[in-house]
């Protein structure tokens, strides 16, 4: 079994519709390691949400894992995503009740079975 840690993604603002950040490789598994949600704003709060998305599904309701507020200038660790495991070709679904106002960071180990 080969594993590798990794950056999913590059450090990028959440928009303010569902968007797909991170998807699984074809033949692959993603062990998610860590996820941090940062508000640059200075006076306003604004909600995350993040989806876990099974290949082949939308960004609903029924796969949301979170949906927070995140205060002023606050950073957030997202521990509801830790340790999620995701099969080939699932994804990670994010948007911001405001767009290019919360800066999202993931990372995890990459593996096949």
Do not use: C
């Amino acid at each position: 079994m080969s594993r590798i840690k990794k950056r999913l993604w590059e450090d990028n603002y959440a928009p303010g519709t569902a968007t797909t950040f991170y998807t699984v490789p074809a033949g692959q598994y993603t062990d998610i390691t860590y996820m941090t949600a940062m508000n640059s704003d200075a006076s306003t709060a604004y909600t995350l949400t993040v989806h876990s998305v099974q290949s082949g599904d939308t960004a609903d309701a029924e796969n949301m894992v979170m949906a927070i507020s995140i205060g002023p200038q606050e950073t957030r660790v997202l521990f509801e995503m830790y340790n999620k495991t995701l099969n080939p070709s699932d994804f990670i679904s994010i948007l911001a009740s405001t767009a290019n106002k919360i800066t999202v960071h993931g990372s995890g180990v990459q593996f096949t079975q």
